[in-house]
T-cell receptor
């Protein structure tokens, strides 16, 4: 069965500090990987995705994630967070058919 | 480009009542999904449509849940009768190429 594990349910972090959100998935020969962000009272928005090619993918607002096939991981990082990054972050995996299996989410709270 | 629209945004009902949610996907998107997101969990796929046909409804509790997309555009998800454990946010998404676009969701509270 497909499964996605987000290892941290809550991550408090100070403004301008780095953050890493961990995501592991059950192994498969071919995967597509996604990170979605959900701001308070809003819908899910795609943050970044890995479909093929370079294993390091970046978003326009400073987040990056690296696909590690041997460790079946897709951890999300940002070197310096802002208050506006406070949100819930979901890792999701698709096994080639574009149907998404989501992790339970990680709540990031950025404090001044 | 307009996003995925959903209504209502909030709904409170008593158990055993019926409820319906509506979704209007992004224009031109043939694939539409309904997800259930219970508090503290990630979204779980309920049903997937391709145009007006069902592709996957293996996770839909068919004894009480139903969904349709009659003209291949708008979709309706219905629960009849509702149970307490149906309290959740119901998300609609439509897909273009490799990306799903999500609506704001309908928050259902069953008392």
């Amino acid at each position: 069965a497909q499964s996605v594990t987000q290892l941290d349910s809550q991550v408090p972090v100070f403004e301008e500090a780095p953050v890493e959100l961990r995501c592991n998935y059950s192994s498969s020969v071919s995967v597509y990987l996604f990170w979605y962000v959900q701001y308070p009272n809003q819908g899910l928005q795609l943050l970044l995705k890995y479909l093929s090619g370079s294993t390091l993918v970046e978003s326009i607002n400073g987040f990056e994630a690296e696909f590690n096939k041997s460790q079946t991981s897709f951890h999300l990082r940002k070197p310096s967070v802002h208050i506006s990054d406070t949100a819930e972050y979901f890792c999701a995996v698709s096994y080639g058919d574009y149907k998404l299996s989501f992790g339970a989410g990680t709540t990031v709270t950025v404090r001044a | 480009e307009a996003g995925v629209a959903q209504s209502p945004r909030y709904k409170i009902i008593e158990k055993r009542q019926s409820v319906a949610f509506w979704c209007n996907p992004i224009s031109g998107h043939a694939t539409l999904y309904w997800y259930q997101q219970i508090l503290g969990q990630g979204p779980k796929l309920l049903i997937q449509f391709q145009n007006n046909g069902v592709v996957d409804d293996s996770q839909l509790p068919k004894d009480r849940f139903s969904a349709e997309r009659l003209k291949g555009v708008d979709s309706t998800l219905k629960i009849q009768p509702a149970k307490l454990e149906d309290s959740a946010v119901y998300l609609c998404a439509s897909r273009s190429a490799g990306e799903q676009f999500f609506g704001p969701g309908t928050r259902l509270t069953v008392l």
